[in-house]
Nanobody, 122 residues
Framework: QVQLVESGGGLVQTGGSLRLSCSAS????????MGWYRQAPGKQRELVAS???????NYADSVKDRFTISRDNAKNTVYLQMNSLKPEDTAVYYC????????????????WGQGTQVTVSS
C-alpha cells in the first residue's frame, strides 16, 4: 500500500516562510510527476506547483517567484519552499504523486496525501 505523508505546515506571519515535505512510501516502482495542491475554505482545490521526473516545474501565477518546488528521487520526496507568504496562501496543502506500483506494467495512478494546514496571519 502506498502512502504520501506531508509535513511542515503551520502558522506563520505575513512575509514569513515555510517548507513543506511529502514522502511517498510503500511498494513503488516509479514516480512520474509530483505536485502540491491547496484548498482554501469554500474554494476548489487548485494546483500550486508541479515537477516532472526530470525536474521540469510548473507554478500557479499566484505563487511564481515566491514558491519553489523540488524533489529528491532517491527519497521519493517532494518539497515546497514557500517564501513571502500572504494571508491568501492560507489553505490545506495536499501532496500528489502519479506513480506505478510493483512494475512498469502497472497503471499510472494518482495518490494524495492527507493534507497539511498552512495559516498565514496578517
Amino acid at each position: 500500500q502506498v502512502q504520501l505523508v506531508e509535513s511542515g505546515g503551520g502558522l506563520v506571519q505575513t512575509g514569513g516562510s515555510l517548507r513543506l515535505s511529502c514522502s511517498a512510501s510503500g511498494v513503488i516502482f516509479s514516480i512520474n510527476a509530483m505536485g502540491w495542491y491547496r484548498q482554501a475554505p469554500g474554494k476548489q482545490r487548485e494546483l500550486v506547483a508541479s515537477i516532472t521526473l526530470r525536474g521540469t516545474t510548473n507554478y500557479a501565477d499566484s505563487v511564481k517567484d515566491r514558491f519553489t518546488i523540488s524533489r529528491d528521487n532517491a527519497k521519493n520526496t517532494v518539497y515546497l519552499q514557500m517564501n513571502s507568504l500572504k494571508p491568501e496562501d492560507t489553505a490545506v496543502y495536499y501532496c500528489n504523486a502519479d506513480l506505478r506500483v510493483r512494475s512498469y506494467y502497472s497503471p499510472l495512478q494518482a495518490y494524495w496525501g492527507q493534507g497539511t494546514q498552512v495559516t498565514v496571519s496578517s
